[in-house]
């Protein structure tokens, strides 16, 4: 079955609408969609089986839009980004506002990336932060195709973005404590020492 390849205008229009898709991301292919559409998120958790306690990944466009979700860098903290980003790599920080409940699912705080991937960048910039997870089940493994990831969900996403085989790690997961990044889950991203 062929699949046909979504402009970013379409991909643009349909996330902005509130629309689920399976797309290329910087790491493996991810379900999308808008992180201010609490019903996009909420129905994001219904079609992935997911764990409603677990917190999606979310991608920037830029450092800036971490201000969107209250959150206010210190100077070692901005530093350390800066040094992450762009790439592979998603860092969890503290994300407490009772407004953002229904993504950080109580545990007051989310993990975001700022992906290299100029077109994804782009993409973001125009539907402003998106949920991120990889395209499968809970449990199950993740897709490295879109006919992989359409067996899965089939007419539960609404659209599909065919980037061709996909075979990577997931992102590398870090918090920032002290000044230090720590590693919760190795993957995809390389840490290089960082001295702030």
């Known amino acids: 079955m062929a699949y046909n390849m979504e402009t970013n205008e379409s991909i643009i229009k349909k996330t902005k609408d509130g629309?689920?898709?399976?797309?290329?991301?910087?790491?493996?292919?991810?379900?999308?969609?808008?992180?201010?559409?609490?019903?996009?998120?909420?129905?994001?958790?219904?079609?992935l089986k997911r764990n409603p306690k677990?917190?999606?990944?979310?991608?920037?466009?830029?450092?800036?839009?971490?201000?969107?979700?209250?959150?206010?860098?210190?100077?070692?903290?901005g530093k350390i980004?800066?040094?992450?980003w762009p790439g592979k790599i998603s860092v969890v920080l503290p994300t407490p506002s009772?407004?953002?409940?229904?993504?950080?699912?109580?545990?007051?705080?989310?993990?975001?990336r700022l992906p290299r991937d100029t077109n994804l960048a782009r993409i973001i910039k125009k539907t402003g932060p998106l949920i991120s997870t990889s395209a499968n089940p809970e449990g199950a493994k993740p897709a490295e195709t879109i006919a992989e990831a359409k067996a899965y969900f089939r007419n539960s996403?609404?659209?599909y973005v065919d980037g061709g085989k996909i075979k990577s790690l997931?992102?590398?997961l870090v918090e920032i404590k002290d000044g230090k990044v720590n590693v919760i889950r190795k993957g995809a991203g390389k840490i290089s020492l960082i001295k702030v």
């Open 98 to 112: 009772k407004k953002f409940q229904y993504l950080h699912r109580g545990t007051k705080n989310l993990a975001f």
């Open 170 to 172: 997931p992102s590398t």
């Open 54 to 77: 677990k917190p999606f990944i979310i991608l920037i466009s830029s450092i800036k839009d971490l201000s969107l979700f209250g959150i206010k860098l210190d100077r070692d903290t």
């Open 19 to 47: 629309k689920i898709g399976v797309i290329p991301t910087d790491t493996i292919y991810g379900v999308a969609a808008a992180a201010f559409s609490k019903k996009a998120v909420t129905r994001a958790y219904k079609i």
């Open 157 to 159: 996403i609404d659209f």
């Open 81 to 84: 980004l800066h040094s992450l």
